[in-house]
C-alpha cells in the first residue's frame, strides 16, 4: 500500500521543473501586472485588494492549466466547479475587467507551457498601458464641475449668471427645484482645464450674493488631482 502511494505521488523531474518554472513566471508577471495596475491607476475606485487578486489569479489558473493538460473529463469537471460558484463581486470599472483577463491570460499562457510568448505579450501590453497613462488617453480636454446653489425667496439669475460669465465659464443649466419658498439650482460649469483655484474664487463670490443659503461644488473623479 506504502508503495502504491508512492507511486501515485511520484513526478518526473522534467514535469516537476516545468511546473515550477510556469508557476514562478506567472507570479512574477502577475506581480507585474499589479504594479502596472498602481502606477496607472486614476480615480477614486482603488483598492489593495484588487492586486494581491491579480498576483494571484496567474499562478491558480497555471496550476488549472497544469491538472487539465487536455483531460477532457478534467476540463468538463472544471466547468462544472465554476458554474457552481458565483462572483458577487462588482467591477466598479471596466478597466479592472481588462487586468484580470490579463492575469487570467497570463496563467493560461504559464499552465500550458507558452513562457516566452506569454511574456513577451505582457511586456507589451505593460508598454501599451504606461504609454496610454502618461499621453492622459481618454481624458476629456476640458474639465467639469457641478455648481449646487440654495437659497430662499427670489433666485438672483441675473447676479449668478453675470458672476459666471464674469469668471470666463460655460454654464450649463441642469436642474432648478423650488418648494416652500426654497430652492435648488444645479448648473454644470466646462472649463478648458482643471483650475481648482478658478473655482474656488467662484464659489466664494457666489456665496457673497443675498438669498443663498449654501453653495457647492462637485468634482468628476477625472478632474480630481491624479
Known amino acids: 500500500m506504502w508503495q502504491a502511494f508512492l507511486e501515485l505521488i511520484t513526478v518526473t523531474p522534467d514535469l516537476l521543473a516545468r511546473f515550477v518554472i510556469g508557476v514562478l513566471l506567472s ?3 502577475g506581480l507585474g501586472i499589479a504594479l502596472v495596475y498602481k ?3 486614476r480615480g477614486l475606485s482603488y483598492e489593495a485588494t484588487f492586486l494581491s487578486s491579480l498576483v494571484a489569479i496567474a499562478p491558480v489558473v497555471a496550476c488549472v492549466m497544469f491538472f487539465i493538460q487536455g483531460n ?3 476540463s468538463l469537471g472544471l466547468v462544472g466547479s465554476l458554474s457552481i460558484i458565483r462572483f458577487r463581486t462588482p467591477i466598479k470599472d471596466s478597466r479592472d475587467m481588462v487586468f484580470l483577463f490579463w492575469s487570467i491570460t497570463a496563467g493560461l499562457g504559464a499552465g500550458t507551457n507558452n513562457l516566452g510568448i506569454v511574456l513577451i505579450a505582457s511586456v507589451l501590453i505593460a508598454i501599451m498601458f504606461v504609454i496610454m497613462h502618461l499621453a492622459n488617453y481618454g481624458i476629456p480636454k476640458k474639465a467639469e464641475y457641478v455648481l449646487i446653489i440654495r437659497g430662499e425667496g427670489d433666485y438672483p439669475a441675473d447676479a449668478v449668471d453675470r458672476l459666471i460669465a464674469g469668471f470666463g465659464i460655460e454654464a450649463y443649466l441642469r436642474s432648478h427645484e423650488v418648494k416652500e419658498g426654497r430652492w435648488e439650482r444645479i448648473i454644470e460649469l466646462k472649463l478648458a482645464k482643471a483650475n481648482p483655484e478658478l473655482i474656488d ?3 466664494g463670490a457666489v456665496g457673497e450674493l443675498d438669498q443663498l443659503t449654501s453653495v457647492s461644488i462637485l468634482a468628476p473623479q477625472l478632474v480630481l488631482p491624479m
Open 27 to 29: 507570479i512574477g508577471i
Open 39 to 41: 502606477l496607472t491607476h
Open 72 to 74: 477532457l473529463v478534467l
Open 201 to 203: 474664487q467662484l464659489a
